[in-house]
Antibody, heavy 124, light 108 residues
Framework: EVQLLESGGGLVQPGGSLRLSCAAS????????MSWVRQAPGKGLEWVSA????????YYADSVKGRFTISRDNSKNTLYLQMNSLRAEDTAVYYC?????????????????WGQGTLVTVSS | DIQMTQSPSSLSASVGDRVTITCRAS??????LNWYQQKPGKAPKLLIY???SLQSGVPSRFSGSGSGTDFTLTISSLQPEDFATYYC??????????FGPGTKVDIK
């Protein structure tokens, strides 16, 4: 059974940093692209960042480029999101999501498994 | 960037009703369109991928159609567990995919 378990969310002041983790199990983690998707309170879904199975290719939404860093440790089956220079508008539930496609950037991409989400609140 | 719109933004329906939700892309995305269901406080769940392929384990009352810029999600006979918000997502420009704003389906 595929499981994704996020952790690391919490309350942080504007300008602060936070590191999210997503522990994966039930599939060959290194074979699949992974993404972070966020949802601000009462709002829709926004793709944030993606990473290839090897970790060699990374992609970011313009809204977080230069502030967030996605990475993965395939030996630990864990995905990360390092968030720096946090702003109020980054407040959201952050989900990690497994791609159906093995290759990042494949047009047949879709997110077939999601974690339960972790809440990040940026406020003074 | 490819923009996604959905209509209606919300709808009220009864158990047993046939429900249709529309998603439109700002440019042609071929069949690279996915549908998700999200219930309050829960993560989204993949229903349909590649416009019309049913994800494993999803009831057959859900179906998707369309190509190019116009797509539909149809629930043939609405069940109590189907009251939720539905999102479309284009994967044409993946990994920088974009989601529609959502359609909330509630009880009439």
């Amino acid at each position: 059974e595929v499981q994704l378990l996020e952790s690391g969310g919490g309350l942080v002041q504007p300008g602060g940093s936070l590191r999210l983790s997503c522990a994966a199990s039930g599939f060959t983690f290194s074979s699949y692209a992974m993404s972070w998707v966020r949802q601000a309170p009462g709002k829709g879904l926004e793709w944030v960042s993606a990473i290839s199975g090897s970790g060699g290719s990374t992609y970011y939404a313009d809204s977080v480029k230069g502030r967030f860093t996605i990475s993965r440790d395939n030996s630990k089956n864990t995905l990360y999101l390092q968030m720096n220079s946090l702003r109020a508008e980054d407040t959201a539930v952050y989900y990690c999501a497994k791609d159906r496609a093995r290759k990042v950037g494949a047009t047949e991409s879709s997110f077939d498994y999601w974690g339960q989400g972790t809440l990040v609140t940026v406020s003074s | 960037d490819i923009q996604m719109t959905q209509s209606p933004s919300s709808l009220s329906a009864s158990v047993g009703d046939r429900v249709t939700i529309t998603c439109r892309a700002s440019q042609s995305i071929s069949s690279y369109l996915n549908w998700y269901q999200q219930k309050p406080g829960k993560a989204p769940k993949l229903l349909i991928y590649a416009a019309s392929s049913l994800q494993s384990g999803v009831p057959s009352r859900f179906s998707g159609s369309g190509s190019g810029t116009d797509f539909t999600l149809t629930i043939s006979s609405l069940q109590p567990e189907d009251f939720a918000t539905y999102y479309c997502q284009q994967s044409y420009s993946t990994p920088r995919s974009t989601f529609g704003p959502g359609t909330k389906v509630d009880i009439k």
